[in-house]
């Protein structure tokens, strides 16, 4: 009897965790891009960014963003909020893969990393060890099923966050 009444506790306790993750999911999933002909794609701080399933390598990942939309680039995260939305986003469409291309490349000259799209490298949230530089040819960004970063060989064929910027001049429909 002991047993089983710990066995429903196990089970309520479980189901309020689910509960609270799924909650907190909502709570840090972005709103759609609202724009014209953009309107699959989320809106994280000023991009609008979206999830794609082909699994490949970074630099084919890159080129795809570009043929998305215009100016459109790999994914780059410049807070927390934004970090999590993106996580939000592929835990909603990620396959159970082991990581998600974002648009982080290290300048191996420098050991500097840089975004893709030219922004900032302001915010930073690696996975405890990392960036590891795994045989000093881990140059590229990956996010992980928790929301921290990783650097990886590039070659390594990964789903794909990207993202292009809403300026001034293209936010007609914008809230
Ligand atoms: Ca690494």
Request: hydrophobic content about 35%.
């Amino acid at each position: 009897m002991k047993a089983a009444s710990a066995l429903v506790l196990v089970f309520l306790l479980v189901s309020v965790a689910a509960m609270t993750i799924e909650k907190r999911l909502k709570e840090f999933f972005p709103r759609a891009c609202n724009k014209w002909g953009y309107t699959s794609w989320y809106r994280v701080g000023s991009y609008c960014v979206k999830h794609f399933k082909g699994r490949v390598n970074f630099g084919t990942a890159e080129s795809n963003c570009a043929r998305q939309a215009p100016g459109g680039h790999l994914v780059s995260l410049h807070s927390q909020k934004e970090n999590r939305a993106v996580l939000s986003i592929i835990m909603k469409y990620g396959a159970r893969s082991p990581g998600t291309w974002l648009g982080g490349l290290q300048i191996p000259s420098t050991k500097t990393y840089i975004w893709t799209d030219g922004s900032p490298w302001n915010y930073k949230v690696w996975a405890p060890g990392e960036p590891n530089e795994a045989k000093g040819q881990e140059h590229c960004l990956e996010m992980n099923e928790c929301g921290k970063w990783n650097d990886l060989y590039c070659w390594k064929k990964r789903e794909y966050i990207c993202a292009f910027k809403l300026r001034a001049a293209t936010e007609g429909g914008e809230q």
